[in-house]
């Protein structure tokens, strides 16, 4: 619920009762205007300890505290709250004196609804003009602490530093008396406090709050967290939705609530929820700062995130880049040309190239390792890898013991922009694959040239393989013999 932050209550101090009805009656004419009465300064004062008050009216003359002993009294506590003086003595010494005392307007009482038509005007003037001193330092103070958490922002290396001092910096003014911030936990919806600062922590033992449309999500945090909006409760007392939480919050001294959501994007890390022991309206302004805060603590924490992530994957990385079997190279693009540069290579890259770390690190990847007969293949390898395009390719790469054949598998990483910062090339050793290999097709041309009947098994006696001459002498062809057991050529003269 939300109090109309355009009414004004007026405190009206007169030890003549009648009068005080009367004044109260003439100045609830306006509608905007509500007027509590208290015949004597005393009075008065608790009074204004007890409720919100916006100006107070009293007159001079009263016994035991006269009006300008009141108004010192009231400065004392209340240093900017509007003070008239409405007096049935009027002179120049009393005006003086109210005005040196700290008043906020004089006026001597007088016949006629004149009078109190402009003792109205003089209020609402005092009001407005006070409310817009107090709106002009709440929005200051607001933006001095938004500097002070982006600041923090800036300098903090973990979630828990910021989450912290973002609750440390909000209750460390007379603005706040408590703070927390809340995640969702997915599978029972409810906001878990990760971090809380103020007097009051054992509140939140008291209270349960979900991000669903249930009764415990419709306060301001639950509303933010849904709806992904600054959601406020001016007066907690009178506010419907906070029913079950309105005894315990009062107790602790909380009249009303702002929450803000902490997102980036489609996510949300949180919700900022702040308690104030007074009852005021948030107004638009106010609440644009608080979503400004939230954006700037939601993007931190994001940026957080991501960081976390990109130093996981380069663990994880290295960790695969130190420990591989085989060789692995890391290079980086510079220049206008994207030359690959080395900037690290792991022990069994050493051993098989023949290079030593320090020897080849920072050097341009073609000048070391590229015979100058494939440069043109590797500048296109280049062209390939700048656009994030993963590549495995048999190539020919220099060694110091000469140049041996590899394949090669190209590996862009950092491609969250777009474009990569980098590349990991693996290489595996198969320059002793095409001599096996080459043996291996002069071993079948022999067979299958052979006069003689040549067949294989696996261990388990199945035909594999046959040549011609077996097909010519046994009769059998090698779709009828591959798959057959080696007995089929039992001929009965033998075991």
Known sequence: ????????????????????????????????????????????????????????????????????????????????????????????EVASEAITAGATDYLQKGGGTEQYDLLANRIENAVAQYRSHQRAAKLDRIRSIASDVNQLLVRADSRAEIEAGVCERI????????????????????????????????????????????????????????????????????????????????????????????????????????YADEPRPFDAEERDLLAELGADVGHALHSLAIDERRRQERDRREALFANAPTPVAASRPLGEGNEQYVTDVNGAFEEVFGFDREAIVGEEVSAVLVPEEHHDEHVRFRERSAEGEAITKTVERRTRDGTREFIMHVIPFGLDDGSPDGNYVWYTDVTDWGERERELRAFRQAVEHAGHAVYWTDPEGVIEYVNPAFEVQTGYSATEAIGQNASILRSGAHD
């Open 1 to 92: 619920m939300t109090r109309d932050s355009t009414a004004i209550t007026v405190l009206h101090v007169d030890d003549e009762p009648e009068l005080a009805s009367l004044v109260a009656d003439m100045l609830e004419r306006d509608d905007g205007i509500t007027v509590e009465t208290a015949t004597s300064a005393s009075e008065g004062l608790d009074r204004l300890a007890d409720g919100h008050v916006d100006c107070v009216v009293s007159d001079y003359a009263m016994p035991g505290m006269d009006g300008i002993a009141f108004l010192e009294a009231v400065r004392e506590a209340y240093p900017d709250l509007p003070f008239v003086l409405y007096t049935g003595k009027g002179s120049e």
């Open 171 to 274: 209750v460390d003014t007379d603005r706040y008396e408590f703070a927390w911030i809340g995640e969702v936990d997915p599978e029972t919806n409810q906001l878990l406090p990760r971090a809380t600062a103020g007097a009051a922590e054992d509140y939140l033992e008291e209270i349960t709050v979900t991000a669903d449309d249930s009764p415990t999500g419709r306060g301001p945090a639950g509303t933010a967290a849904r709806e992904r909006r600054v959601a406020v409760s001016e007066d907690i007392a009178a506010d419907p939705d906070l029913d079950r939480w309105t005894e315990t919050a009062i107790a602790h001294g909380f009249e009303s609530i702002a929450a803000v959501p902490l997102e980036h994007g489609e996510t949300l890390y949180g919700v900022l929820t702040l």
